[in-house]
């Protein structure tokens, strides 16, 4: 018995021997160089690219199994300015025989040094990353998918498990690789060096540390963190992740959470931060010009965010959302399902914001001729594409937005109040409200996508709201006061204000309360016929007339504004406005008729001025409006009372009607003093 023991250790010892001595020796004597040209055709037939090993493969199997690969060449497609799309210095990848054969443990080593990319985008929009598979190995792909698998459920199982019981990656490093990147399309060249990635303590039962550093455009990027446990059967288990990016040296991203059973049911949970950053000293570090022209130069200069984010193949959700921009702060939440036909439910709560500081600063004006609107607009239509309404027509949505205070086009708000909700191409703002200027605005917005060119609908509802403070701060004119009531109704198709103006329909009513129109002054007409046509004395108080109502009803067909009984109702005088204003053609066609009545007590006249008109006609564009005193209409008033020269003026007129003077020529000479006070109500 000793005897056999003795032998069978002896014959054992002697294979492990040989087997030894085998591996060592083996690859001395093995030709691999003759490997290298059928290694090299079969890339290319795979690739259909050039392909180069620099040097033969070198081959070792004791005490490790490996190849080492070095100076490996992937030619790029044609067309293309850079020889290779994948170049790399030298490959080492082994496996340690012994654990492996003894103890099924995987212990690996894995460098990858010099790695280049070249991603490049040609003049003709082809990329240098497709890759066009042979006609051949489509057809082998087709009759693969075909295939099922028939083996019984416990050979799928044992085949799916783990070849090896543990797994010890000692090394994997990736050195000294570049990405450069070139679109030729819009001349862009971005270059990522210096990047080098490690993994430490790798193994299936313990968190692996991912360390990665690289630059871009010279600005260092770093990452550090931790991924796992992966566990003995990895992808059915949950994996921690722990990753904290810095870039830049101004952005500092982390990301915790974990990836739920990947290869079963994947889904994550993570929580994501974004420290305080300034976007305006990013773009600096990157060398780059602030891509966005703002108002205030001091805006994006402090941005941070954090949420908590979970997802799975059908749903995503973001909760306790913060977002600071600036001096403003929102919380947020969103949830997006079926992502083929998105249903998206959103809710957005905003402090404050002044928008105006975010939007280009208005344009310095120009002395040289402007080329003209109308040819600019029209130039644009034509080069503008269609609107695709098709995503729109998918999205089912539910969202709403609050904001405490909110600064835009000059206008301040408070206690904004916006729900949408879409379905099916319809899509309905109900309400959108807001407190300004001492009163209510509520509307309702209803939009129609389903065909390709949208309807739209507007009720809008105003009540008590200052209209002198809001003109001042919208169009900095200060032309009205009043307490303002309106309802207002518009329909309009089209998604360009050409087509908006030409479509829009509509009516409303607007009333003024205690207000005033300023820049004219009836009251002092009355007194003196020639101040009708004159501006008060130099450096005098802006005139003014007070009214105590002012109601202008109207209506809107296809563009055309019309307005037949404007009234302005006041102590001393009624004003009556009728005519269209052509939103299109953007011309005024109005008649203003204003009837003195009764006495102007308290203002040094107790005359009775009952019946006396001054109308005057408005005309021209709405950037350059013509005011004329409407002579035909004063002729036919009775002009007999006592009126400081209005003798002269009967007198100039007979002239007109009687042919000595140019009814033409006196027409334009009152017209200019016309001019002079009524433009005031536009300046």
Known sequence: MKKAIKWISIIAGSLLLLFILAIIII????????????????????????????????????????????????GNISGMTEENFISVDNIDARVKIMPFLTKRTAQVRFVLNGPHIVLEKGKDGQNSWDFKIPVTDKKVAKTEEKKTDERPASEKQASEQMPVKNFILDEFAITNGTVLYIDHTTKTRKEITDVNLSLEDVTLERPIRIIFSAKLDQQPVFLDGKIGPIGKEPGREDILVDITLKALEQIVLSLNGKIITPMSNPAFDMTIRVEPFSPRNLVAAMGQKFPVKTADKDVLKKVSFDSKIKGNSSLISISDGHLLLDDSTMIFSMTATEFDKPNLVFSFDLDEI?????????????????????????????????????????????????????????????????????????????????????????????????????ATKVKLEIDNVQAGPLLRDVIEKDILEGMTKATITLDMKGDDPDRIKRTLNGEGKLTFKDGAVKGIDLAGMVRNLKATFGAGEPGGEKPRTDFGKLNVPFTITKGLFNSKNTTMVSPFIRVLVSGDAHLVKETLDMR??????????????????SGITVPVLITGTFTEPKFTPDLKGILKQNLGVDIPDSDDLKKELGKTLSGEKSFEKTGKELEKKGDEILKGLFQ
């Open 592 to 609: 203003v008729e204003p009837k003195f009545v009764g006495t102007i007590k308290g203002q040094g006249d107790k005359t009775d001025h």
């Open 354 to 454: 002044d928008v105006d500081r975010y939007l280009p600063p208005p344009e310095k004006k120009k002395n040289i001729e402007q080329p003209d609107k109308k040819e600019e607009q029209a130039a644009a239509d034509a080069d503008a594409k269609p609107i695709d309404y098709k995503p729109l027509r998918k999205v089912i949505m539910d969202g709403s937005l609050t904001a405490g205070k909110v600064k835009a086009m000059g206008a301040r708000m408070e206690n904004v109040t916006l729900k949408i909700n879409a379905k099916n191409g319809l899509i309905n703002i109900d309400p959108f409200g807001m407190t300004i200027y001492g009163g209510t605005i509520a509307s309702v917005v209803n939009a129609d996508v389903r065909a390709n060119t949208p």
């Open 27 to 74: 690859p001395k004597f093995i030709n691999v160089e003759k490997f290298q040209p059928r290694i090299e055709a079969e890339v290319i037939k795979a690739t259909g690219r050039k392909f180069s090993l620099g040097t033969a493969p070198r081959l070792t199997l004791f005490p490790w199994a490996g190849i080492k690969l070095a100076d490996i060449r992937l």
